[in-house]
């Protein structure tokens, strides 16, 4: 198959690469779509954890409209210049990094929700939550853009700003950056403080709900509540971690054993699978959180009602969807 002018000829591998990719980010954009419209439509879930959650499906969401189809445009050899190529591979790390930050607020998040309940009403507000989220974005552009500063290999043109190279993100990128800072600064240290802070989570959970096992009814059901959704939080993390050590352990062989080499095909496995982290946490909320999973119901029966009842002028569709009970998890 012929390549278009500027790219380098595809393999049959690129092209499987390229399909699954594509599916790959229609999943993502639209089942984050969904969590964010039904946080936006059920106020009982806007709490300070859910205001994290949106900031993850943000995040999940720009995997799938950005840095999906860059990675492919990448993949497939586009000539550019160096520092335009260099620029769009910070863009990819910035998004992909402000996934882990707001995994690691929502497990602080929790945290305090269990180990001060009396108070942490008080201290984490909605709008510290947001600032929070804010923070956790700044933190990521900056982690990200650290490789436009200097910390890039060379371009091989002399620092020149006429020509072209071929853009892959390898050859703009350092992998000293890649495996000491971006992948054991951002990605470890923060993996094992989220272990850890679930360690504490299930351990405060077991022992109050061991404490209260003939105490109020009320106290029984809020950490049982706790308890459930903690679950399905650290699944959210455990699945992050399985889909990205991956892409990242082969960062550390090509950098510590480059005469081993890295199958193309292997390449690409890593990297799709971190990109299907984005498109499996709305899997999550609607099988695991049962407020989110009747909202998600909602929004389906009226869109089938609008659908199939057709409505006149006069007859317009069903008004937004009418606050209910909470329903607990």
């Known amino acids: 198959m012929s390549s278009p002018p500027g790219m380098e000829p595809r393999e049959h591998v690129d092209m499987v690469y390229i399909s699954i990719e594509t599916a790959i980010a229609l999943a993502s954009v639209l089942g984050n779509v969904l969590v964010v419209l039904v946080v936006a439509l059920n106020r009982a879930l806007r709490d300070p954890t859910f205001c994290f959650i949106v900031s993850l499906a943000l995040a999940d969401i720009a995997v799938g409209a950005l840095v999906i189809p860059l990675a492919v445009v990448i993949s497939l050899g586009l000539r550019t210049q160096f520092f335009t190529c260099?620029?769009?591979?910070?863009?990819?790390?910035?998004?992909?990094?402000?996934?882990?930050?707001?995994?690691?607020?929502?497990?602080?998040?929790?945290?305090?929700?269990?180990?001060?309940?009396?108070?942490?009403?008080?201290?984490?507000?909605?709008?510290?939550?947001?600032?929070?989220?804010?923070?956790?974005?700044?933190?990521?552009?900056?982690?990200?853009?650290?490789p436009l500063f200097g910390w890039h290999n060379q371009d091989p043109r002399g620092n020149l700003s006429t020509g072209d190279i071929i853009c892959q993100f390898t050859t703009v990128m350092r992998m000293d950056y890649m495996v000491y800072f971006n992948f054991f600064g951002w990605v470890v240290v923060p993996l094992t403080v989220m272990i850890g802070l679930y360690a504490q989570i299930f351990y405060i959970i077991r022992r109050q709900l061991n404490r209260r096992a003939e105490a109020t009814c009320d106290a029984s059901k809020y950490y049982h509540k706790e308890l459930k959704l903690a679950k399905s939080l650290a699944l959210v993390v455990l699945l992050f971690a399985l889909c990205w050590l991956p892409l990242h352990i082969m960062n550390c062989i090509l950098f510590f054993c480059p005469e081993c080499g890295v199958p193309k095909s292997a390449m690409y496995v890593g990297i799709f699978m971190s990109h299907v982290n984005s498109a499996v946490n709305p899997l999550v909320y609607a099988f695991r959180i049962n407020r989110f999973r009747a909202t998600l119901v909602q929004i389906w029966q009226r869109c089938m009602f609008c659908h199939s009842a057709v409505p006149s002028p006069c007859q317009p569709c069903p008004p937004p969807l009418a606050e209910k009970t909470p329903v607990h998890l």
Request: glycine share 2%; aromatic share 8%.
């Open 86 to 146: 260099l620029f769009i591979s910070c863009l990819l790390l910035i998004i992909t990094q402000s996934s882990i930050l707001s995994l690691l607020a929502i497990a602080i998040d929790r945290y305090l929700r269990v180990k001060i309940p009396t108070r942490y009403s008080i201290i984490v507000t909605q709008r510290r939550a947001w600032v929070a989220v804010c923070v956790c974005w700044l933190l990521s552009a900056l982690t990200g853009v650290v």
